[in-house]
């Protein structure tokens, strides 16, 4: 499947789900002066998509929602965008992603932009056999800052990424395959694209998100996963010596799922090799 | 004058200008999928236009390649870059504005997208009799953290500005025109998109962008017109109490230029006239 993007008017709050029209995915089809271009001010969210459907669909629309509120654009209709990714997810041949966007609009601001595209999703059974080995950096805040100063979208999913691609390629440099950020008073965060999930004995822990952190998709599954699997889950304070220290740690995220963690800053973390297989099946297993 | 656009195959190191067709701003010239729209992964600058000119080019393009640099993308050929930046500005029939734009590229990435955009400026002269209220805020980050964390592209003039733009409507909301950013530990930095600069007594002064801050361009030229004048000029480490008691400040950007700062999070900043207008003649006059 040859990868297409789909332009279509903004679903407000009350319109209804907009035609849609596939374009070839390198067409161009939006204004340099659309916010996301000039200033990467939008937000985003990416959908696995397995069957032909979408995965996690009302908890990536809640936290789109969140992401727009943050930065103050109108609020979507979330049944007219979930019945649209459920319509573009239907054109999948196969395991696929959907990313979905909302910007600020075009040059006038007058209204948000918004499109989606679909492509194919690579293979993650290797990710998930190697695990990756990731390194950790200083994200630059302290884990009070996104309470304190909320305007910072702190917690925002938005198209400003290059921070974070930066952050993988140093991860990269290191001899790394992702990277971990933690505050700067020491508390871990999530990695440039992914959740944090350590296993401590029998519970699940991740990061709190008000300490600055995206409240993952893939994390909340893993937690329901392990709700049924007879595990506790926490949301907590985590540093460097936890994650040394875990039985298990995954990097979770919509696209690649869940990834063992094989290295942290270059000494070995085991591979729980049985839950990891678990909560694949588990994650693949999910419609919305 | 229409604004317009742009796109051009990006002047590599030893590249000649680019032809050049211009269209109309809002036409659909790039896909969702440049790294532009998808991450906020590239750079740009945003030269002023008089007489048919653009200013500072210099100062414009070395910062641009310094930011391609931070981000490891390939050396732009800058006398290609500066022809391209000159035939646009001829096409000016008034003040403008020209932006810039490098970005990682398509989705393949295969190489540097490029473009730029050229629309009339507005009226300053009122913002400079008026002024600017801003209001301070806490960046986040540290003043040692930009040089002990390079990886995180502090300095780089970069696409992702969805929080600058955040700060703005922030500063809005508390009743300000602006924001000013400080360190964690109360450096001053700058406005999300201007540079700050300060009179006390015989000397301008502005942060040391080695605190985390864009070396300013505007503020450059602002530190050459002092030389001229009489007028000592310094990199400093300034804080909130350094402002209050300033002589004078502005803020300093080139659609801009030197707006003098009125009040600092609600207490008045005498309002430096007669250097506003030498200031302001001095900016306007030059040519690269």
Redesign the interface.
């Known amino acids: 499947m040859a ?1 297409v ?1 789909f ?1 279509f008017p903004y679903p407000a709050a009350g319109s209804a789900a907009p035609d849609l029209v596939a374009q070839p ?10 916010a ?7 937000a985003f969210e990416t959908f696995g998509i397995v069957g032909g459907a979408p995965q996690a669909v009302r908890d990536h629309l809640e936290r789109l929602r969140e992401s727009l509120a ?3 654009l109108p609020d979507p209709d979330l049944p007219a965008l979930a019945e649209t990714c459920r319509r573009i997810a239907a054109r999948a041949t196969g395991d696929a992603w959907l ?1 979905l ?1 909302v ?2 609009g ?2 006038d601001r007058a209204a948000p932009s918004a ?1 989606a ?1 679909l492509a194919d999703a690579a293979d993650t059974a290797p990710l998930r056999t190697d695990g990756i080995a990731v390194v950790t ?6 884990s009070d ?1 996104a309470a ?2 909320p ?3 702190i917690g ?1 999913k ?10 993988i ?2 991860a990269h ?1 290191r001899g790394a395959g992702d990277m971990l950020w933690a505050t ?1 008073d020491g508390v871990l965060l999530e990695a440039p694209t992914s959740s944090l999930v350590v296993r401590r004995g029998s519970a699940l822990v991740t990061p709190d998100p008000r300490v600055g952190t995206l409240h993952g998709t893939t994390q909340r599954a893993m937690f329901r996963w392990a709700e049924g699997a007879g595990l506790e889950t926490a949301y907590a304070r985590l540093t460097r010596a936890d994650l040394a220290s875990a039985d298990a740690g995954w990097l979770a995220s919509s696209v690649r799922g869940a990834v063992p963690i094989s290295r942290v800053d270059g000494s070995a973390l085991p591979i729980d090799r049985a839950r990891t297989d678990e909560i694949a099946a588990f994650l693949r297993a999910r419609r919305d």
Request: glycine share 6%.
């Open positions: 990868a993007t332009r995915v390198d067409a161009p089809t939006i204004s340099v002066m659309d996301a271009a000039e200033r990467g001010d939008g943050m930065l103050e990313k966007v910007t600020r075009g040059m499109w595209v950096a200083d994200r630059g805040f302290a800052y304190r100063e305007w910072a979208l925002a938005t198209l400003s990424y290059a921070q974070n691609m930066a952050a390629r140093e440099r700067s």
